[in-house]
């Protein structure tokens, strides 16, 4: 909206800077991606061996890209590619046992961050994936739900609730005109915190100076 170029002139250049991406980058990050989706989830390690370790930066990328220059590029599948290309890159990196189980927790877990439905998603890992990773996924989902803030990818989706004791948050607010700030007693703490932290070092200064002294 801040760019002064006609809606079509901005949707033509986002255009052509996708086909510029996919020209450098691979069509991979073109699209719904589903296939890319389904080699994540499988077991086989052939299936999954192209995919970049940076496959969810290029896919948020493209996503941005398309949604900010008006087009209709979807929201919650391309969640779903960005959860499992970025859990799959996270089961690469804790050990190559269980990468399949780490794209399948990323699957649900960006959603419930993603959309605020941490219940909905463990719900879905339960029905796509099978029970055995309900306790798994209803842990990452909530993690994931708690550390996104009070955001959403649905800026009318009502806030009925906050996550967190230390803010000041309006409750039954559309998330889009939600603000949030620090409760007065939280900036108190934090600045108690601070001048200990100042003193501390002044204190450990003064300490070494006189230790300097002596030697010399």
Known sequence: KKIPLHPYTVAFLGGVLLVILALIFGDIYLGLGLETIKNT??????????IPWYAFLLKTLFTSITLGVGGSGGIITPIFYIGATSGHLFGQLVGNDHIALFAALGFVSVLAGAANAPIAATIMAVELFGLEIAHYAALSAVISFLITGHRSVFPSQILAMKKSEMLDVTVGEEVEKTE??????EIGRIKDIKERIKRRREKLKKKKIRKTKGNS
């Open 41 to 50: 989830l499988n077991h086989d390690p052939y299936f999954s061996k192209d």
């Open 180 to 185: 949030v700030d620090l409760e007065d007693t």
